[in-house]
Nanobody, 125 residues
């Protein structure tokens, strides 16, 4: 089970930290991805952190978002800085059994086995 939290309303240029709490499985065996879905748009991959290799990011958030994991706390974080109105969306975290294929396919929703319920991020201009 995954529980996403930390969303809210923030002004453009502000920051938020999202948390994804995991229960029922061992976090260090899984890759965790963050996705978002804006109204009327497709769900898109934002970032992924794997057991092996460095984190990956969508081009639209590189340099502004940072993903990290605290295995001891069974939690993955997404620090979001310099937020823009176009970042407004429901953010979801998802878990996939870690594998080499995720290096290329992390952005695909179908690669993930478990999903959290989503947390709303609203960025005002």
């Amino acid at each position: 089970q995954l529980q996403a939290s930390g969303g809210g309303l923030v002004q453009a240029g502000g920051s938020l930290r999202l948390s994804c709490s995991v229960s029922g499985f061992t976090l260090d065996q899984y890759a965790i991805g963050w996705f978002r879905q804006a109204p009327g748009k497709e769900r898109e991959g934002v970032s992924c952190i794997r057991k092996y290799g460095g984190p990956t990011y969508a081009e639209s958030v590189k340099g502004r978002f940072t993903i990290s994991r605290a295995n001891a706390k069974d939690t993955v974080y997404l620090q979001m800085n310099d937020l823009k109105p176009e970042d407004t969306a429901v953010y979801y975290c998802a878990a996939a059994v870690d594998s080499q294929r995720l290096f290329r396919l992390w952005v695909l929703s179908r690669e993930y086995d478990y999903w959290g319920q989503g947390t709303l991020v609203t960025v005002s201009s």
